[in-house]
């Protein structure tokens, strides 16, 4: 489908260069419009091919087309989208009337987890992997003394 779309475009650019005999910016394929940007000076020398009638110049330049060329598919306007749906057109009168919108419901607050799962989690985190440490300084004091002896 990608090719096609790059098909579609060079030929667009092609056919309005030579029916309007100007370089554009934007071009509209089906119901898309694309923004094109020319790398380079190549935009330049394509009006200069059309200023001199050089149709040479321009089929070679032309060929060049696919790899000097960048394009990006533009957002379509807000005004040209589909129209609204009656739900929405409905929810649209009713603020110009002056209704006030209608607001969702909040979300319960989540649930509390206790203390000691959450500090048992914090702590098995934080402990090196390996190597446990001693749970009461009276453990240490004694390993301790028994590496000393």
């Known amino acids: 489908m990608a090719a096609r779309t790059d098909s579609a475009i060079l030929h667009e650019i092609v056919r309005i260069i030579r029916e309007k005999a100007t370089v554009p910016e934007k071009i509209r394929i089906r119901t898309k419009q694309y923004l094109i940007t020319y790398l380079e000076d190549h935009r330049q020398r394509l009006e200069e091919a059309m200023r001199r009638h050089d149709s040479d110049r321009l089929g070679m330049l032309f060929g060049q087309l696919p790899g000097r060329i960048k394009y990006q598919m533009m957002k379509a306007a807000r005004g ?29 607050a989540p649930k509390a987890k206790s203390a000691a799962k959450t500090s048992a989690k914090a702590a098995a985190k934080t402990a090196p992997k390996g190597k446990t440490k001693a749970k009461s300084g009276t453990r240490a004091g004694a390993k301790r003394r028994a590496a000393r002896a």
Request: avoid cysteine; charged fraction near 30%; charge should be positive.
């Open 80 to 108: 040209a989208a589909k129209p609204a749906p009656k739900a929405a057109a409905k929810t649209a009168a009713g603020k110009k009337a002056g209704k006030p919108a209608a607001r969702p419901a909040p979300r319960p």
